[in-house]
């Protein structure tokens, strides 16, 4: 059976970058056609970035620039350098690996983009 496994989700600021990674065991472990998804609160799961035959590759406009996936074939891994994030990136990323065998999806990882609760400075004579 297909495993598919990402990794390296964070609590991050605006305008920090992570990398998320993706690996795929089992008998199909192709890492041909791969995408990452993301889904945010109350909202439905949406493409993010697409590499497919021959390197074809495809991003969502929102992250077109900012994001960049590539894969490893020896590693049997695909990844999803995210630079600049905004607030609006934050969701649950999902790795999907798409072969004549079927569609196998990864438990998915959390992405959270915010500045944080802060911290209260009190200056007093």
């Known amino acids: 059976q297909v495993k598919v496994v990402e990794s390296g989700g964070a609590s991050v600021q605006p305008g920090e970058s992570l990398r998320l990674s993706c690996v795929v065991s089992g008998p199909h472990r192709s890492v041909n056609n791969m995408a990452w998804y993301r889904q945010a609160p109350e909202k439905q799961r949406e493409l993010v970035a697409l590499i497919g035959d021959g390197g074809r590759l495809n991003y969502a406009d929102s992250v077109e620039g900012r994001f960049t996936i590539s894969r490893d074939f020896r590693r049997n891994s695909v990844y999803l350098q995210m630079n600049d994030l905004k607030p609006e990136d934050t969701g649950v990323y999902y790795c999907?690996?798409?072969?004549?065998?079927?569609?196998?999806w990864g438990q998915g990882t959390q992405v959270t983009v915010s500045w944080g609760q802060g911290t209260q400075v009190t200056v007093s004579s």
């Open positions: 999907r690996q798409t072969g004549p065998w079927g569609t196998t």
